[in-house]
């Protein structure tokens, strides 16, 4: 990737509301945004600073904060970044809470649990299940 390229896609991290940050990054010889991307992350893990000036050799990109970055999580180029399928199966990562009512057949299902917004029939508070 030439530096005009990298120039354009780290210009995706830069936060237009910072001010400008004294200290500076250079990335020139990454090579790919990716490993640039990388390379920012890691300064951010080793440094207390909040912002850092992100240069490709002499050039300036901009400024890059460490919300900023850390926010961004990635681009839409990763693989399956924009697809939106589930998989197939159950979640490994959540149950369904089943709530029911003792005095009828009623039941509602929920994926979380919050005693202050627990399910109500004609009846009452309805339990929880499972």
Do not use: K, N
């Not at 990388?38 to 919300?67: C, K, M, N, Q």
């Amino acid at each position: 990737m030439d530096s005009d390229d990298l120039i354009f896609e780290l210009r995706t991290l830069v936060d237009e509301t910072a001010a400008p940050a004294p200290d500076t990054v250079d990335v020139a010889g990454s090579g790919t945004f990716r490993v640039a991307e990388r390379r920012l992350r890691e300064f951010f893990l080793h440094s207390p600073v909040p912002a850092v000036t992100v240069l490709v050799g002499d050039r300036p990109v901009g400024v890059v904060t460490r919300r900023a970055l850390f926010a961004a999580g990635g681009t839409a180029a990763e693989p399956g970044a924009g697809e939106r399928l589930e998989p197939l199966g159950d979640s490994t990562r959540y149950r369904l809470l089943v709530f029911a009512c003792r005095a009828c057949d009623r039941t509602e299902h929920r994926i979380h649990y919050d005693p202050r917004d627990l399910p109500h029939c004609a009846h009452g508070r309805m339990e929880l299940q499972r």
